[in-house]
């Protein structure tokens, strides 16, 4: 075997050792790779897939994850939105609840309460300053419980309309205490001669059914859940 001339290396590389190990130019920028060390391990643009600014959505194709996005605000949910609406209604059906104790015949009324006293053993004179004094007592009683209420119910709504949790605490105790009362109301005006009609019931009964529907969306999760984030 003949030596090679002088200058030249086995293996007939020119200029001496290789410098990229049998590639050609020299030792590559990026194992092999043209154009040197490739962005996105050997993926054109960079990242794997091709995209542009080098961020894929995900190896799964879905988008990808956005601060922001999850944590976020809660979204006002139907409950929310229902509970504002039937804190009107409720409201509704507790004026019409009152009103027939304003419009209700004075006389009927009464009737009946110089009857009921005269029963539990009363003269017809005193009987009949009872009544008089019953009937002022009621209709003073109805006006300011009314006024009270419509307040209230005002305060609530409004409370509510601000994401505060305190209007809806407030809410249900009023409304748990506006239900019990109506109801013994029923009761016990029958009892005591306070000329309670078949339409005052109802709309008592109405007034009730609306409340305990307001109550059960204040108490559901959803709600609790959607008022918490606005607590500081």
Do not use: C
């Amino acid at each position: 075997m003949s030596n090679p001339p002088y200058g030249e290396q086995p293996g007939g590389y020119p200029s001496g050792q290789p410098d990229g190990q049998g590639y050609p130019g020299g030792q590559p920028d990026g194992q092999g790779y043209p154009g040197g060390q490739p962005d996105g391990q050997g993926y054109p643009g960079g990242q794997p897939g091709g995209y542009p600014d080098g961020q894929p959505s995900s190896k799964y194709g879905t988008d990808p994850y956005a601060p922001g996005t999850y944590g976020g605000p809660m979204a006002e949910p139907k409950k929310f939105s229902l509970l504002k609406t039937f804190t009107l209604v409720s409201l509704a059906a507790y004026v019409l609840s009152s009103l027939p104790s304003f419009f209700v015949s004075g006389d009927q009324v009464r009737q009946d309460m110089i009857a009921t006293y005269e029963q539990s053993g009363m003269s017809s004179q005193e009987a009949a300053d009872m009544s008089e004094m019953g009937m002022a007592l009621n209709t003073g009683f109805t006006w300011v419980t009314l006024i009270i209420a419509v307040g209230l119910y005002l305060l609530v709504y409004f409370g509510l309309k601000k994401n505060k949790n305190w209007a809806r605490v407030t809410g249900i105790v009023f409304g748990l205490v506006g239900a019990v009362f109506s109801l013994l109301g029923i009761a016990f005006g029958s009892l005591l001669g306070m000329g309670v009609d078949a339409l005052g019931i109802v709309l008592t009964l109405l007034y009730v059914a609306v409340t305990v529907y307001w109550l059960m969306l204040a108490f559901s999760t959803d709600v609790k859940t959607y008022l918490k984030q606005f607590t500081r």
